[in-house]
């Protein structure tokens, strides 16, 4: 059994706008990085069930790099995403609406090799970065 670490941000933008950054290639090339000594330099999405994605994580340096990939299980458009990644980990996001206000939120499945603490910190700063380009380039 996993443990569930959740992240989330609060933007004023609108749901289809947070949608289009969060799963637009174009996009998540410019935030999907914890650090800014990592970048995204590629990213394919094919956003329907049981589509893949395949976003290329690398170290600035060049000295390490990861795909981060999996494939989707429910797209609930403009509400919901449900993934399961390559190594069976299970994450859902999550757009909501409250008071005008767009949430968007991540619970994903714990792994075993890092600390709850230190993976939580790195989701919780890939999700910051998305938040600034959301609110930057819409």
Request: proline share 3%; net charge negative.
């Amino acid at each position: 059994m996993f443990e569930k670490i959740t992240v989330e941000i609060v933007t004023q933008k609108r749901i289809p706008e947070a949608w289009d950054v969060f799963t637009n290639p174009y996009f998540i090339v410019q935030w999907n990085f914890a650090s800014n000594d990592w970048h995204c330099p590629s990213a394919k999405n094919n956003l329907v069930e049981n589509g893949t994605f395949c976003y290329r994580m690398e170290s600035t340096d060049g000295k390490t790099g990861f795909d981060f990939s999996g494939t989707y299980i429910k797209i609930d458009p403009y509400r919901e995403i449900i993934y399961e990644l390559d190594d069976t980990r299970m994450v859902r996001v999550e757009f909501l609406e409250i008071n005008k206000e767009v949430i968007v939120r991540e619970t994903f499945d714990a792994e075993k090799v890092n600390q709850a603490s230190h993976q939580k910190q790195g989701w919780q700063s890939i999700l910051d970065n998305y938040k600034s380009v959301l609110e930057k380039n819409r």
